[in-house]
């Protein structure tokens, strides 16, 4: 067992400006997929993107996250918040992000720079597929460093307790006065470990040898569904909103779904058209 070090979430403050650790991750998860992906258009000369067209998709990325991640945190998790108060919208200080929805802003953003350049979609997205798991584990990181998305209760020895001044809500079904929480599965870092490290490695060796095109972003898709629906079973439900159905439907889990079954459908249909078309090249 553990017990949850003290991390100021704001690592540096000038005068009224507060930087904050999950910024600083966000940060470094851009830095890291524009470092990889130069270096691995480098490796494969044959890729239809320059080096300079892909720091220019890079800027629509960066927008697709931020915009998306925030757009669907709010649709996804705070809509009776954005009824309340339509303007919750923009205050972004406020904090929360949507992986789904920022997967979604990237979409967009992916076919437009691809409409404007005349490229084809599955190539700039079996691209950034591998690129993206560091990012995703930075920002398990970062909520971490936040203290927020813990796991339910464990007996489990790596559980952590944290101190119920900072997150009473962890110490609700606890005696009054009482210091620190039971121990927690900390499943930012399991999230960390799995979307981050454990992704990145699996989509690294898939592309260490050439495979159709789709491929690559139906892997992707498919096994961050399994590991984000996986966690989700030991993750507290979010405050706001609870268990959506059976007492275990959790809104991550629910959003996981389309994704596989989308990640699915492009997988199996990026190697038969690729059986398809390898036959016809014979036959013809």
Not at 110 to 130: E, Q, S, V, Y
Not at 155 to 181: E, H, K, Y
Request: hydrophobic fraction near 45%; include cysteine; aromatic fraction near 14%.
């Amino acid at each position: 067992m553990f017990y949850y070090p003290y991390i100021d979430p704001i690592a540096l403050s000038i005068g009224p400006i507060h930087i904050r650790w999950y910024g600083i991750m966000y940060l470094l998860g851009f830095l890291s997929t524009w470092w990889l992906g130069r270096k691995r258009l480098r490796q494969f000369r044959s890729s239809l993107i320059t080096i300079n067209q892909f720091d220019d998709f890079l800027f629509y990325g960066i927008l697709g996250v931020i915009i998306g991640g925030r757009i669907g945190y709010v649709i996804f998790y705070q809509t009776a918040g954005l009824l309340r108060d339509p303007l919750y919208l923009l205050r972004i200080w406020e904090g929360g992000m949507s992986f789904h929805g920022g997967l979604l802003g990237v979409l967009i953003a992916t076919k437009i720079f691809t409409r404007r350049h005349h490229l084809p979609l599955f190539h700039i997205t079996d691209l950034i597929a591998p690129l993206t798991p560091i990012g995703l584990g930075l920002g398990r990181i970062g909520n971490f460093i936040n203290g927020e998305l813990w796991g339910q209760p464990t007996t489990m020895p790596w559980g952590i307790r944290v101190p119920c001044n900072r997150f009473p809500a962890q110490c609700d079904d606890l005696m009054p006065n009482a210091l620190w929480s039971q121990p927690l599965h900390p499943s930012q870092l399991y999230e960390a470990t799995l979307e981050g490290i454990g992704l990145f490695l699996l989509l690294r060796w898939f592309t260490s040898k050439p495979q159709p095109e789709m491929a690559t972003s139906g892997l992707f898709l498919i096994a961050y569904a399994l590991a984000r629906g996986c966690i989700e079973i030991i993750r507290q439900p979010d405050v706001q909103l609870g268990y959506l159905a059976y007492g275990w439907l959790t809104m991550g889990q629910l959003l996981t779904i389309p994704m596989f079954i989308g990640g699915l459908t492009i997988f199996i249909t990026a190697y038969l058209r690729n059986s398809l078309t390898r036959r016809y090249k014979i036959d013809y």
